[in-house]
C-alpha cells in the first residue's frame, strides 16, 4: 500500500457534496432558473454542523446512533472504492460483499431510526425503502457477478479499472448492459427520480426524504454527508466501467473526475426530463434491472 | 468423557419427584454441557477421536458412540445453547410454578439435551434411531406443555406426524444400507460406500427427506411454524437453534456413506452433479419462500420459525455448493461450501437462540406475541432490545457480526467458483448469487419489521403498559449468545481456521489442501475484521464528536412532526401488517396470503376492518388435500376396528399362527 491509495478516499471526502451540486445546477439550469450556489451543500453542511437538536418524546437513542453508524458505515465502504487506476485503500478478494454489506447496515439503521420515530410517515418510507432495495440487492449482485467474470478478478479495485476501446469492441454489449444496470441500482439507492423525489419532504411518495424527517442539527449533517458519499461510491463505480483508459494514470483520474461529474449531469437531465414513477412501476424497474444484468450473465456465459 | 454426560442426565431423571427443582434441572446440564464441551474442543483442536463401546442386548444393537471432528462441531453449540437455555428457563418458567409441577418440562428438557447428544455420538444404526425417537418424543412433550390450549395441541400433533414419517424415511434409508453392507455400523458403511450409482441415488433421496423433515426444507418444513411458537420459549430456542440442526448433521453423516471419501481426490465415483444442484434448489426455494412468510407473520415467534426455515435454506445452498465441488473435483468449492455451511450452523444456533429467547422476554414481559400489539419495548425492556438488535442484525447477514462471515464464505465459493466453470455449474452458482442476495434484502426487511415495530415507536395496546425487563436469569443467556455473535464477527479468520479439523475429517482432503483453501477465505476476512474494527473505531469518534458539537446547544423534546398536526396517537403507526404490506403484495401468488376488507363507509364511518391470514400454503394445498385421501381411502378398512376385545384377541392369534407357519414352512 503506498500513499497514492489515499487518493481515491480523500476525493471521496472532499468531493462528494459537490455532486449534488452539480446535479442541482444542471436541473436549475434546464428549468431556466439560476439556482442554488455549486457549494451550497458544504454550506448546509457547516449549518446544520453549528446547530442544536430537537428530538421527540418517542425516540430512544436508537434514533440518536442511526445517522452516526450510517456515516461510519459509508466511510468504510468509500475506502474499498477504487477512482481510475488508482486502487481503493482497502482491496482484497471479495471486498465488494463488505461493501454491500456496509450499504446493507447503513440501510437497517436507517430504517429502524425511522421506526423509533413512530410516525407514520416514517413508517411509509422505512417499508418502501426496504422493498425497493430487497429488489435492487439482486439486480447489484448479478451486476457484480457479471464483472467478476468479464474480468476475472474478485476485487472491486480490479474489477472496476477503466477499461480500454478494446474491451469495449471485444465485450460491448456486455459492458453496455451492466452500466445500464448499475445506473439503475445507482438511481434507486440514491433516491433520484424515477424511483424517488429528493425535491421535497413531505409528498406521500417519499421514500429516502421522508425517513430522516425528524433528524435535524448535527445528526442531519452526517445523513447528508453520508447520501453524498453514497453517490459518489455509485458514481465511481459506474464511470470505472465507461471510461475508456490511457497509459497515464494521472491523466485516466482526472477522466475518471470528469466522468463523475458529467454523471452527475445526467442525473439531473434525467431528473429534468422526467417524473417520478408511480410506485407501483417502480418494482418493475428494479426487477428490469435485475432481468438486463441477467442478460449481461448470460452473454458472458457463453 | 460422553459418560459423564450421560451420568448427567441422569440426575434429571432422579429428580422428576422433587417440585421445586428448576435449579437442579438446569444446574445439572449445565454441568454436562460443560464437561461435555471440554472433549469437543479437544477433537476440534486436531486431537484423536474417542469411542466408547458397550454391548446392547438389542438385536443389531450395539451401543457404540464416538467423537469425531463433525460430530464435535455439532456438540460444541448443542450443548452450549442448552445451557444457556436452561438457565434462562429457571427464570422463563418461575411464573408457571404456582399453577403446575414443573418436573415434567425439566425431565422432558434433559431427556431431549440427551436425546440430540445421542443423535450426534451413535455409531450404531438402532442406537441412532432410538436417539432420534427419544429426541422427538421428548420434544413433542415440551411443545404440548401448554397441552389445555387447542393449538398447542394441534401444534403437537403436527410435529408428531411430521417428525414420524420422516423417520419412516431414515428406517428405509437404514435398512437400504444394512442391507447391502451387512452391518449396523456407520463405520462401516462410511468404509465400504456404495458404489452403484441408483442407489446411492435413491439414498440420497431417503436422506434428504428424512433428514430434510427434521432440518425443515421446504416443503417438508410445515410443522416449524406450528411447533415453535407452541413450544415454551426456551425450548423454541433450543429446537430452532440445535435441534433441527441434528437434520443437517444427519445429512452430512449419511453423506459419508454414500462413498464420500473416494470423491475428494479421485474422479471415480463422484457424486452425479444433481445432488448439487438439488440441494441448491431446495436451498434457494427454502431460502426464498421462508423469508416471505416470515415476513407475513404477525406472530413474533411464527416469524423466527420462518426465518429458520429461511436459514436452513441457507445452510442447504452451502451444502450444494460443496456437494458440486465434490462432483466437480474443486477442493475450493468443497471447502468454501461445506465451511460456509457448518459454520451458519453454529452462527444460526446462536443469533436464532438469542432471538427466540428474546421472543420469550417479550411475552414474560407483555404477555402477548403480537408484533401489531406491541411497540416502544425498547424503553421499557432495554436489556432484550440490545440484544435483540444484535440478533437482528446478525440474522441479516450484516456486518461486523457473525452471519456475514458464514454467508460470505457461501457467496466467496459460489463467486470463485462462478468465474472459473463454465456451463451449467457456472449458471446453477450465478442463479445462487442472485437468490442469495435477494434473501438478504429481504431478509433485512423481515429484521427491521420485527425489531422496528415491537421495540420502537409508541405502545400499540394495553400489553405494554404493564410490560417489564426480565430478571438476570433470563437477561444474561441473551447477553453471552449476544457476545457470541459480535466475537465470531471480529474474530471471523479465527473462526473459520477452526474448521479445519472438521473439514478434513469429512471430507477426507489432504489437510494441507483443506488449510489453504480455507486461508483464501481467511485472508479477506481479516482485512473485513480490520474493516469491522475500523468502522466501531469510527463510530466511537463520531459518537464523542456529535457530543462535542451539542455540548452547550439548545437540545429539546418535542412530539414527532406529523405536518403540524398536533395530537398523535399510537394508533396512527405504521403496523407491522403496513410495514410488509407492498413486499407482500408482490409476491402474493407465491404467498397466496388472504384479505378480508371491510372498508369504512359513509361520511362518518365507524367501523372498518382489515384482516390479513397467510396460511402455509404447502401445508394448504399439499398436506391437507393429500391427507384428507388417505383419510377417505382408509376410512374404507374401518370396519376392521369396532371395539369388539374378542375379535381383537381373534386378530393376534391368526396373526401368531400365521407367522408360524411362515417361519416353519
Redesign the interface.
Known sequence: MNALACIPLLLALVLSPLLFGVINRTKAFLAGRRGQPLLQIYFDLWKL?R??????????W?F?AGP??G???A??AA??VPLGNFPAL?A????F??F???L??M??FT??AA??????????G???E??F??????A???V??TL??QT?Q?SLSTMFEPVSGADWLRAGPVLALVVIALMIVLLAENARIPVDDPNTH?ELTMIHEVMV??HG???FA?ILYSAALKLWLFAALVAGIVLPATDNAWLNLLLALGGMFGLAVVIGVIESVMARLR?LVV?QLLVGA?AVA?VA?ILT?R | MAILLAGAMAVLLVSRSDRNFSWLGAGSVVIAAVLGCIPAIRVLLGGATEQLHFPWPVPFGEFFIELDPLSAWFLLPTLLLSALSAIYGVGYLRSWQEKRSLGPVWFFYGLLVLGMVLVLLARNAVLFLVAWELMALASFFLVTFEHERESVREAGWIYFVATHLGTAFLLAFFLLLARETGSMDFNVWAEKGIHTQGLAGILFLLAVVGFGTKAGFMPLHVWLPEAHPAAPSHVSALMSGVMIKTGIYGLLRAFTFLGMPAYAEATVGRPPLWWGWGLIGIGLTSGVLGVLFALAQHDLKRLLAYHSVENIGIIALGLGVGLLGMSTGSSMLIVLGFGGALLHVVNHALFKGLLFLGAGAVLHGTGTLEIDHL??L??RMPWTAATF?IGA?AI????PLNG?VSE?LI??GA??G??ST??AI??SL?VL??????I???A??C???A???IF???PRSEHVSHAHEVDWTMRLPMLALAVGCVLIGLLAPVAVGSLQAVLANFTHLQPALVSENLA?AA??LT??V??SG??LL??SA??V??RG??AG???????????GYAQ?T?R???TAS??????MD?FRPLLGTKKTVEPPRGFFPAEAALKTVTLDISREEMYRPMFRRVNEWLSQVRWLQHGKVQLYVLYIAVTLIVLLVWTFR
Open positions: 454542523l446547530k442544536g437538536a430537537v428530538y421527540s418524546r418517542t425516540t430512544t436508537l440518536r452516526m453508524v456515516l461510519a458505515a466511510l468504510i475506502t474499498l482497502i482484497f478478494p471479495a471486498d460483499l463488505l454491500a454489506g456496509l446493507g447496515l440501510r437497517f430504517v429502524v421506526l423509533d420515530t413512530g410516525s407514520s410517515f416514517e413508517g411509509m422505512a417499508s418502501r426496504v422493498f432495495s430487497a429488489l435492487t440487492e439482486p447489484l449482485f448479478v457484480l457477478a467478476a467474470r476475472g474478485l413531505l424527517l425528524d442539527g448535527p445528526d452526517f410506485l418494482p435485475g441477467t450473465l456465459l | 411497540g416502544g425498547l424503553k438488535l442484525v441479516s447477514g450484516l456486518p456475514f460470505f457467496f466467496l463467486f470463485k462462478g468465474t463454465t456451463g457456472a449458471a450465478l448469487i442472485a437468490g442469495l442476495a435477494l438478504g434484502g429481504l433485512v426487511a429484521f427491521t419489521k425489531f422496528g415495530i420502537l415507536g409508541e483464501t485472508s479477506p482485512f473485513v480490520i474493516g475500523a468502522f469510527l463510530l463520531l459518537i464528536l456529535r458539537l451539542l446547544r439548545r437540545v429539546e423534546q418535542s412530539t414527532t412532526w406529523g405536518c398523535p399510537p396512527m403507526q405504521y403496513s410495514f410488509a404490506q407492498p413486499l408482490l
